[in-house]
Each structure stands twice: as C-alpha cells, then as structure tokens.
C-alpha cells in the first residue's frame, strides 16, 4: 500500500460532520492500555465498547474510531496492514501508543488482525473476546461490513477524492482481503473458527475472558476487577438496523462534498450546479436541497 501523509479536513467538506481531524502520527500514549477485546466484528462489539466506557475503560477504540470519528486513523491502519502484509515498512508499541494512546480499551476490526501483535505490546492488558453462533455471525457480517468493504458507491466517492473516503477505502479493502484471504463468503466460517482458536492458544486460558452478548455485567466486571454498575442495564447498541442505509447517506454526502469543491476550486459553477443537480435527484429522488438533510 502506498504512503498517505496526513492532511486537514477540507473546509469545503460541508455535507459530513467528522468529530475530529488528528493526526495520530504525531500522538504519543496519554492513558494505559488495560483492555483488549479481541472477538471479531459483530458479535456484540458495539455493545461492548459502550458498556467498557461506562465501566471506565476511555476511551474505547472501534472501527467507528476510524470509519467516522477520526478518518485520519485510517492512515495508520493503512501503515499497519503495509507492515504486515507486504513487508513494507514498521509497526510496533510505539506506532501502537501513537494510535491508540488515548484509549483504555480497543475492540472490533481492524484490531482483531493484528491480535497476535496487540496481546505482545501490552502483556498486562486484560484479553477477552466477545463470540455468536457461527452462522448468523456470518450472515449479519455478510450484509453488513462486508457489504461496505465490497459496495461501489464508497469506492466512486474515495475516487472522487472525498477527504474521509480516500482514506477509508483503500484501508478497508485492504484489511478484508488479507484477513479473509480473498473472499469471506467462502473463507469466513474456518477463519472464524482458526481465529478464535489461536487467542486460545497465545492467552492462558486463566487470563482470557470468553463472552457472549446477553451473558450482562457480571461476569465482565468480575473479569476485569471492577464493581457492576447499580441500576443500570446491560447496553444494547444494534447497528445492524439500518447499517446500509447509513453508510449509503454518507457515501452520497461525500460524493457532494467533491462537487461543491469541484465548484468552488475546478470549473464553471453552472457546471457543478447542473452536476449537483443530477446527483441530487440520482441519489435522493427530489430536487430539493433540503432532502439532504
């Protein structure tokens, strides 16, 4: 993968609203890393991540870190999976600290592909992985993120040269085909299975958490030492539903950052309006502007 440096968020970029542009290159660790959740992506990794904040572990890393909180995150994944898949460059506890220094807590993908690499960098971090019935993991993950890492509306957005998306995808893309060596469909069960059976292997089975969504807090605040929060339920946080409806609005709000930037700095304005105009009523099935939002 090709070296990205870091740039800004553009001001023209006025239809996404992006929490933070950091460049985490320049980061260093300002809190200890004391929790790796390493179960691969849905199987309840969202629910964890807020039930880790609420039990103190902040901040809680999550591909939502990279996809839409801090899209500048997705260079260093990009150097990661350089690192690990083609041999170029370094990724070790220092570029880790530059990632992930502001966190207590990581889980969900891209993490889990480097399991092996996070378990050596903080040896006295807890490890627990979060699991599901094999099949309708691979059925929600199907329709979901593998959906995302596979549809062609985020990769003519990324080749618009949308700021968030020409990060986003070449990483994304790049992670699903090497960890699901080509083709998850076919490949997605036994990496499952061989995945899970590794963090058996590498984590004595005294230090490893195993569990299962529904299972509430008890046996998490046992695991990591902490007392259960009173009154308060489990949380629940189900982003399968309306998971491609989300991801496609943002796909169409980056295509439209490009064509307002396209008018402001690349041609006519009668051009970029009647190209605005197409998009519009492609994407949104309306002429008005209002139904952007």
């Known amino acids: 993968m090709a070296f990205q440096p870091f740039t800004p968020k553009p001001s023209t970029d006025i239809f996404t609203n992006y929490e933070t542009d950091i460049n985490r290159r320049e980061c260093r660790r300002t809190v200890p890393m004391k929790v790796l959740a390493l179960g691969l992506g849905r199987t309840g990794t969202a629910s964890l991540r807020t ?12 591909m939502m870190s990279a996809s839409v909180e801090n899209p500048p995150d997705c260079l260093m994944w990009s150097d990661a999976l350089a690192a690990k898949y083609d041999g170029v460059g370094t990724f070790g506890r220092e570029q ?24 050596e960098a903080y040896p006295d971090a807890k490890v627990l992985v979060t699991t599901r019935d094999i099949d309708s ?32 995808k070449p990483m994304i893309t790049k992670f699903w085909t090497e960890f699901w060596e080509g083709d998850f469909e076919k490949n ?29 807090w008890q046996p998490l605040c046992d695991f990591l030492e902490v007392p259960v929060p009173e009154g308060q339920k489990f949380p629940r ?37 009647l190209g605005a105009t197409f998009t519009i009523r492609r994407f949104f099935g309306g002429s008005s502007r209002s139904s952007l939002f």
């Open 51 to 62: 039930a880790l904040t609420e039990l103190g572990f902040k901040d809680c890393y999550h």
């Open 96 to 119: 880790w600290d530059q990632l992930f220094g502001h966190c207590q807590a990581i889980c969900d993908w891209p993490c889990v592909a480097f399991a092996k690499e996070l378990i």
């Open 137 to 168: 993991w691979h059925a929600s993950t199907m329709k979901t993120v593998h959906w995302r890492a596979t549809e062609p509306e985020l990769a003519m957005a990324a080749k618009m040269g949308d700021w968030a998306a020409g990060m986003y």
């Open 188 to 216: 997605g069960k036994r990496i499952y299975k061989e995945y899970y059976d590794m963090i058996r292997s590498v984590v004595p089975k005294e230090n490893l958490l195993e569990y299962k969504m529904g299972e509430g």
């Open 237 to 273: 946080t189900n982003d399968t539903d309306g998971f491609v409806e989300r991801c496609t609005k943002r796909n169409r709000m980056q295509m439209m950052n490009c064509i307002f930037r396209y008018s402001i700095y690349g041609g006519s304005f009668a051009a970029a309006v």
